[in-house]
């Protein structure tokens, strides 16, 4: 390994990769780094190019599992990304946002600027960047879909090569669950929003928070809903595998939720063995009970 990345502080060592996903699944990365700036992203995009090493890059770790034996390569967090990058054009009605700032944080400084349109991002667990790649989103009002998509005017990203690029609306190509950001290192993102009283803000912030509390089994380490809803007039994907008979279903220390069927809960020693164990029965239950293949929101990590 080249002196100039052992000096480098951002970079560690067989780091269990478990405690940074929001699950709590995952072995040891070879390599581990949280970059706080660009320089020292790109200084580290640099040397595992250089030296083959591949690469997966993740925020809050909310959507994301590993495998029990881990990641032979470089693990790249942004959590601590420029996390406290937001500039607010009030002229414009738009924030520009660094990829490694919370969702929370956001839709807080949007709250108090009194932008709205963030308001359905508050209770979910990720960072923009992450958020972005995946087009999170999330509606209390059934047949609605928010989001993060329809808010974006610009991304500002690197290539896998380092190189710099800028996607305008038009290079954007979002659509349920998926941006084709997937290819890039995201940087920042320009939202456009628009004027909305702040007591009207926090009033519909408080009742997607309500509902959660209410619908979804947040209280456990989870990774948030694990199948996508099927497009069309099917129901949702909780709602079919409560049909299919695998609500409580457990696999080791795995378990579907008695709450909300499409939320998966560790109750404190689960494997990706587990997981993914549980994942297969249910998508056969489902397809056995009702002729539909769920696909899996969650993402599995895989050497680029």
């Known amino acids: 390994m080249s002196s ?39 200084k580290l995009l640099s040397w595992a190019q250089r030296e083959g090493i591949p690469f997966f890059i993740f925020g809050n770790g909310s959507n994301v599992i590993f495998e029990d034996a881990g990641y032979e390569g470089l693990v790249i967090s942004m959590r601590r990304f420029r996390n406290d990058l937001i500039r607010m054009d009030l002229y414009q009605l738009q924030v520009t946002v660094s990829a490694g700032v919370s969702l929370a944080r956001l839709v807080r400084f949007c709250q108090e600027s009194g932008l709205a349109g963030t308001e359905f991002l508050a209770q979910i667990p990720g960072t923009v960047g992450g958020a972005l790649v995946m087009n999170a989103g999330f ?25 710099p690029v800028t996607l305008g609306r038009e290079d954007l190509k ?55 809803n099927p497009l069309g007039l099917s129901p949702a994907a909780g709602a079919l595998i409560e049909k299919a008979g695998m609500k409580g279903k457990r696999v080791g220390g795995i378990q579907v939720s008695e709450q909300h069927a499409n939320y998966f809960i560790n109750l404190g020693n689960a494997t990706s063995a587990d997981l993914i164990q549980l994942i297969q029965e249910v998508q056969k239950a489902v397809f056995h009970a009702t002729g539909i293949t769920l696909e899996p929101e969650i993402h599995i990590a895989q050497k680029n």
């Open 174 to 228: 979002f659509s349920y669950r998926h941006s084709g950001l997937e290819k890039y290192l995201l940087l920042e993102a320009t939202l456009k929003l628009w004027r909305r009283s702040k007591d009207q803000i926090q009033n519909e912030m408080k009742a997607n928070h309500d509902f959660r509390k209410m619908r979804q089994d947040i209280t456990e380490p989870n990774a948030g809903s694990i199948f996508k």
């Open 4 to 42: 100039s990345i052992t000096s480098t502080p951002a970079l560690q060592r067989n780091v269990l990769l478990a405690p940074h996903t929001t699950l709590r699944i995952g072995g040891p990365a070879a390599y581990f780094a949280e970059p706080e700036s660009e320089e020292e992203l790109s």
């Open 139 to 163: 509606s209390r009002h059934g047949g609605q879909r928010n989001e993060i998509g329809d808010l974006v005017h610009e991304v500002r990203a690197l290539q896998k090569d380092g190189m």
